[in-house]
């Protein structure tokens, strides 16, 4: 603990949002359930959400939560692309079993998708996070804290980074 309060946290969280607003949203190495790599597909819907999440992240969760009753509706307005940075085995395992805090995964919502971030870690680690991969978004998106959350438009451009998701969709 570096003795900063909440409120010094939460700016510092705040003034790392305003940072790659107007920058294209470009990220490799992202694997679907069956391990399989994925181009990012931003033309869907009129902007995208991605959505930056691990297992032990309260917030995350939480706002997943709300997921189903929101996105309804508005499949041509809004897509959400959660991608867990979790290493592939525990993601997969989550989405496999999806119960208890996972329950939401249950879910069939078109205009929502799962990935995870494939991992350069070795898996001697046994990290239940890829550090690589997480290093990788602090540096070149600077994200800090979790959930992070980046809207793009159809052309990947980035347009806002919201603190609540949920509650950006709310506003649309």
């Not at 790392?16 to 931003?42: M, Q, R, Y």
């Not at 996972?102 to 239940?128: C, M, R, T």
Request: glycine fraction near 6%; charge should be negative.
């Amino acid at each position: 603990c570096n003795g900063n309060t909440n409120s010094d946290r939460l700016e510092v969280h705040k003034n790392s949002l305003a940072k790659n607003i107007g920058k294209k949203f470009e990220l490799s190495g992202i694997l679907d359930s069956t391990g399989h790599t994925v181009l990012l597909d931003f033309s869907k819907s009129d902007i995208t959400i991605i959505d930056f999440w691990f297992n032990n992240c309260p917030p995350c969760i939480e706002e997943m939560n709300q997921f189903a009753g929101i996105l309804s509706g508005k499949e041509k307005k809004v897509t959400v692309i959660s991608i867990s940075i979790n290493q592939f085995g525990v993601w997969e395992s989550i989405l496999k079993t999806h119960t208890g805090k996972f329950a939401f995964l249950n879910n069939e919502i078109p205009n929502w998708s799962q990935y995870v971030l494939q991992a350069k870690d070795d898996e001697k680690l046994h990290n239940e996070i890829s550090v690589d991969r997480l290093i990788e978004l602090q540096r070149d998106f600077n994200v800090t804290f979790f959930p992070a959350y980046f809207v793009v438009d159809k052309g990947g451009k980035i347009l806002v980074r919201p603190v609540s998701v949920v509650d950006y969709i709310k506003s649309l």
